[in-house]
């Protein structure tokens, strides 16, 4: 379907959309991650991440790209932030990078590194932006790595300094905190599949990761409730709708073990629900272990919020050679939907069903979409980007948002993925989601046409 009809089709389904419709009191925001953006690796005290480390492994990243300069932000953090203030958004959400606050993760603090945070910080609230801090966006220090990293029973302890420290440093101005970023991403693609860092597979790892992600997340945002009594404190799920390949029951019941796995597995820990296991009895193991050392109340935390963050959804089907799981996807090339430039399927209803989802649970006071976006093959052409399939998937999620929001869906806001094309991770430098584009080479910021999209949108408040 040409873009300009998906642009069309989107506006006639849900009629026009303004920034008004969300309400005086929503928060539209833009997201980045430290070990993405700022470079700087080896400077003022910072020490090595597990990214810096697994990115030197041979045919790990695409094109061979590095993290070690990324959209040299550390130097540049002034420019970007006026760049995020002129777009509109009112929500600046960063990471902090544990290795440049802690460069062995524990053990003495880097006061270069808090220095850094306290100017951000400083900028945002100069230009009237309010930040939402992440703790944890996947950046390990490697010497942490180097002792057993997530799979240690000693991560607690080490992520709950890290987190007593950062809330001290920062609480006195940030007051709303995001624990970790997508626990089942980096427990899933590091820990067992080994394709993002560390690099590490198998169930042998993964499960011991799950289970420290786990508690990390509560005891985490019970120590920035230590440190910080008056914060708001959330944390983030990467989620997509999983859908059956067909009505078969064998398919059905794989894409409720993927379910259980993508969409239930660190949530339902957190609301006191334990593992969920009867849907997956490979996880009965974890549960066994939670209930026999008393874990499961430690593991539960009344989060003020939770950020979802959703790109697109997964059809499942059976597929016995897949060892435990015994599914896999159907991608939305092969059944020819409309995908971007990473072969995500593009499917606001899905967007839709998914929040629905998950304020079903009933125990979720508060929704914000801390991530949604797309990569495509983005283009500067005499000095503009022509981005129109970006916009038009901005108006159907942002559309979807808003129908779910009129339902009853106490959504209080939206964090688009992202400001700057930037390192993408295991893609390296090839998948641009930002929008601004990045030229790598020199540095050069412009401003895509969805930038501008979103600036005439915000402005429309």
Request: charge should be positive; glycine fraction near 10%.
């Amino acid at each position: 379907m040409p873009v300009n009809v998906l642009i069309m089709s989107t506006i006639l389904k849900g009629g026009p959309l303004a920034a008004s419709q969300f309400g005086d009191d929503f928060l539209w925001g833009i997201a980045m991650a430290a070990q993405q953006n700022e470079g700087a690796y080896n400077v003022d005290g910072r020490g090595l991440s597990i990214w810096d480390v697994f990115s030197r492994r041979q045919g790990k990243i695409k094109g061979g790209g590095k993290p070690y300069d990324g959209c040299d932000f550390y130097y540049r953090y002034k420019d970007d932030l006026l760049l995020a203030k002129a777009l509109g958004f009112t929500v600046f959400r960063f990471s902090i990078s544990w290795p440049r606050i802690l460069p062995d993760g524990t053990g003495k603090v880097n006061k270069e590194g808090v220095a850094f945070y306290n100017k951000v910080i400083d900028e945002c609230l100069k230009l009237g932006m309010v930040p939402y801090v992440t703790l944890y966006h996947w950046d390990l220090p490697y010497a942490l790595e180097k002792e057993g990293g997530w799979t240690s029973y000693r991560m607690t302890r080490w992520f709950t300094r890290y987190a007593t420290v950062c809330g001290e440093a920062f609480g006195d101005r940030v007051k709303n905190w995001i624990v970790l970023n997508e626990p089942m991403g980096f427990t899933s693609l590091g820990y067992m599949l080994g394709k993002h860092a560390p690099g590490k597979t198998g169930m042998s790892n993964f499960l011991p990761a799950v289970h420290n992600a786990v508690l990390c997340q509560a005891d985490g945002g019970r120590a920035l409730r230590d440190a910080v009594p008056d914060a708001r404190i959330g944390t983030t799920f990467s989620c997509s709708e999983i859908i059956p390949y067909s009505d078969r029951p064998e398919d059905i019941a794989a894409a409720k073990r993927m379910d259980v796995l993508m969409n239930r597995l660190f949530i339902e820990p957190a609301l006191g629900r334990g593992y969920p296991q009867e849907d997956f009895k490979f996880l009965e193991k974890l549960e066994i272990h939670a209930k026999a050392w008393k874990f499961t109340e430690r593991m539960r935390f009344n989060f003020d919020f939770i950020g979802l963050q959703n790109y697109f959804p997964v059809t499942i089907k059976y597929s016995p050679i897949i060892p435990i799981i015994q599914a896999t996807e159907v991608k939305g090339k092969t059944r020819k939907v409309p995908c971007t430039a990473m072969g995500w399927e593009i499917n606001g209803d899905s967007f839709y069903r998914l929040i629905k989802k998950f304020w079903m649970y009933g125990s979720v006071k508060e929704i914000i979409i801390s991530e949604n976006g797309a990569a495509f093959k983005d283009e500067l052409v005499n000095g503009e980007v022509k981005d129109d399939a970006r916009i038009a998937y901005f108006q159907e999620y942002l559309q979807a948002l808003l129908k779910a929001k009129q339902e009853g869906v106490n959504v209080k806001g939206y964090f688009a993925w992202t400001l700057m094309d930037n390192f993408e991770w295991a893609e390296g430098y090839k998948a641009r989601f930002g929008l601004i584009h990045v030229d790598f080479a020199t540095q050069l910021r412009t401003i895509k046409n969805s930038g501008y999209w979103f600036r005439d949108f915000l402005q429309k408040k």
